[in-house]
């Protein structure tokens, strides 16, 4: 039990990364606004590397079925269902005060956290010491995605503090993943092969039909062109997470 105590904490610390945004309480409102379209750009770029070089490398090496690329493409028409539901729901009156992609960044964000906790979780099944490297290497490409996910939400409408405490209770989905990926570590392998490619399809969707879109409206040259900088900045961060894992 020793281990199981290590692994929720560690789960809690990667949760606690949710919390970086509250820098951003130190900026000025102009200031913030000035530089979200990067925080876009980057979120979009994370969203991209994470689903291509981080959540389906991880998938095929635990299966190499073509059904990863089925699971892939349900995620992403999940998502799409799911975005014209809240499109309806908040929007159909003509009135949107807060972008239906926000709630499709948490809910995906959600998933993704509870995939690293099934991680956490079976890693200190193995012994302290490789959980603890594992939970390193997890908190190094959460920085860069969660900084992402908090320009989401401010972007799309919800203020700094809604976006901090809805922003951490998306990240607690990994301490309810490591609780059931230690004791369900032995059947970890099945479940992820569904839940990796399925977050993916949900990243891509979200980057490609939600984020990237908002960059191409930004009619500024300068801002414009800092933005593609950052979503490059964004790959170049989980690629680099993904070589350090290797």
Same mark, same amino acid.
């Given at each position: 039990?020793?281990? *199981?105590?290590?692994?929720?904490?560690?789960?809690?610390?990667?949760?606690?990364?949710?919390?970086?945004?509250?820098?951003?309480?130190?900026?000025?409102?102009?200031?913030?606004?000035?530089?979200?379209?990067?925080?876009?750009?980057?979120?979009?770029?994370?969203?991209?590397?994470?689903?291509?070089?981080?959540?389906?490398?991880?998938?095929?090496?635990?299966?190499?079925?073509?059904?990863?690329?089925?699971?892939? &493409?349900?995620?992403?028409?999940?998502?799409?269902?799911?975005?014209?539901?809240?499109?309806?729901?908040? !929007?159909?009156?003509?009135?949107?005060?807060?972008?239906?992609?926000?709630?499709?960044? /948490? *809910?995906?964000?959600?998933?993704?956290?509870?995939?690293?906790? /099934? &991680?956490?979780?079976?890693?200190? &099944?193995?012994?302290?010491?490789?959980?603890?490297?594992?939970?390193?290497?997890?908190? *190094?490409?959460?920085?860069?995605?969660?900084?992402?996910?908090?320009?989401?939400? &401010?972007?799309?409408?919800?203020?700094?503090?809604?976006?901090?405490?809805?922003?951490?209770?998306?990240?607690?989905? !990994?301490?309810?993943?490591?609780?059931?990926?230690?004791?369900?570590?032995?059947?970890?392998?099945?479940?992820?092969?569904?839940?990796?490619?399925?977050?993916?399809?949900? *990243?891509?969707?979200?980057?490609? !039909?939600?984020?990237?879109?908002?960059?191409?409206?930004?009619?500024?040259?300068?801002?414009?062109?800092?933005?593609?900088?950052?979503?490059? !900045?964004?790959?170049?961060?989980?690629?680099?997470?993904?070589?350090?894992?290797?």
């Amino acid at each position: 039990m020793n281990n *199981f105590f290590w692994a929720v904490g560690a789960s809690i610390a990667v949760s606690l990364i949710s919390l970086v945004g509250i820098l951003s309480l130190l900026l000025k409102d102009k200031w913030l606004d000035k530089i979200l379209i990067v925080l876009i750009g980057f979120a979009a770029g994370g969203l991209i590397g994470g689903a291509f070089l981080h959540l389906i490398p991880e998938a095929l090496e635990r299966s190499r079925d073509n059904i990863i690329f089925i699971y892939l &493409i349900l995620g992403f028409v999940f998502f799409f269902i799911l975005e014209k539901y809240f499109y309806w729901r908040h !929007c159909h009156k003509g009135i949107c005060d807060i972008h239906a992609f926000t709630y499709l960044n /948490l *809910f995906g964000d959600g998933i993704h956290n509870f995939s690293d906790g /099934l &991680i956490i979780g079976a890693s200190f &099944i193995v012994n302290v010491h490789f959980g603890i490297v594992t939970t390193l290497v997890i908190i *190094f490409h959460e920085i860069p995605q969660e900084i992402g996910d908090f320009g989401v939400l &401010i972007y799309g409408g919800f203020s700094k503090f809604k976006a901090l405490v809805f922003n951490f209770i998306s990240a607690l989905t !990994c301490v309810v993943g490591t609780v059931i990926g230690y004791f369900l570590s032995t059947n970890i392998g099945t479940f992820s092969v569904f839940l990796l490619p399925f977050t993916a399809g949900g *990243f891509i969707y979200i980057a490609a !039909c939600d984020l990237i879109p908002e960059l191409h409206r930004q009619p500024d040259l300068k801002k414009s062109t800092f933005s593609m900088l950052a979503f490059l !900045c964004g790959i170049c961060f989980i690629l680099l997470a993904r070589l350090i894992h290797k």
